[in-house]
T-cell receptor, first 119, second 114 residues
Framework: GAVVSQHPSRVICKSGTSVKIECRSL??????MFWYRQFPKQSLMLMAT?????????EQGVEKDKFLINHASLTLSTLTVTSAHPEDSSFYIC???????????????FGPGTRLTVL | AQSVAQPEDQVNVAEGNPLTVKCTYS??????LFWYVQYPNRGLQFLLK??????LVKGSYGFEAEFNKSQTSFHLKKPSALVSDSALYFC????????????FGGGTRLMVKP
């Protein structure tokens, strides 16, 4: 199947700093990428949907100024957690949808996740 | 609105025995249904999906799932469990008319004991 990578896999930062997480589709083009957050022993919570070349669509309750998303190309989306605080510590997972002729049947492929710890 | 329910937080099964992980869904239209598996500190791996056609879908690692429209279910099954199947399993649904959004169930932890 298609491969999605994330970098870094793990990051520890001080409170108040910004952290950038990269998500890449390695062997396919993805016009749509998704960013999820997962708390321990919980399901995935969709944060935002990112379309290449346009602004991201954020889910209710997600601060767009805090979680900056850029989808500059068909294979790269970035999530920047600005002025991170300890409550932002979480497992962040990106997903890319492989674009085919029939968009509605596309499968989402997930990255390995990034564990963010804010001290 | 669309939703997914995985009624069991954990399923325990002995190695070699058949396993079933349950999933029911609710959508306003026709669903696309997916199963993903997550190993510790890892992202989700795609197992299988139902789009249309045969109600029995076969996927990776010997897993299969059966789409049952009348019961709005999409249970994941495997004839003979392996210890290495122990992981967290997520069922997900997307309404064909709902655009991009994939909704996940709460997850079921599968424990296969030797």
């Amino acid at each position: 199947g298609a491969v999605v990578s994330q970098h870094p896999s793990r990051v520890i930062c001080k409170s108040g700093t910004s952290v950038k997480i990269e998500c890449r589709s390695l062997d396919f083009q993805a016009t749509t990428m998704f960013w999820y957050r997962q708390f321990p022993k919980q399901s995935l919570m969709l944060m935002a949907t990112s379309n290449e070349g346009s602004k991201a669509t954020y889910e209710q309750g997600v601060e767009k100024d805090k979680f900056l998303i850029n989808h500059a190309s068909l294979t790269l989306s970035t999530l920047t957690v600005t002025s991170a605080h300890p409550e932002d510590s979480s497992f962040y997972i990106c997903s890319a949808r492989e674009t085919r002729l029939s968009a509605s049947t596309d499968t989402q492929y997930f990255g390995p996740g990034t564990r963010l710890t804010v001290l | 609105a669309q939703s997914v329910a995985q009624p069991e937080d954990q399923v325990n099964v002995a190695e070699g025995n058949p396993l079933t992980v349950k999933c029911t869904y609710s959508v306003s239209g026709n669903p696309y249904l997916f199963w993903y598996v997550q190993y510790p500190n890892r992202g989700l791996q795609f197992l299988l999906k139902y789009i249309t056609g045969d109600n029995l879908v076969k996927g990776s690692y010997g897993f299969e799932a059966e789409f049952n429209k009348s019961q709005t279910s999409f249970h994941l099954k495997k004839p003979s469990a392996l210890v290495s199947d122990s992981a967290l399993y997520f069922c997900a649904v997307r309404d064909r008319g709902a655009g991009n959004m994939l909704t996940f169930g709460g997850g079921t932890r599968l424990m296969v004991k030797p």
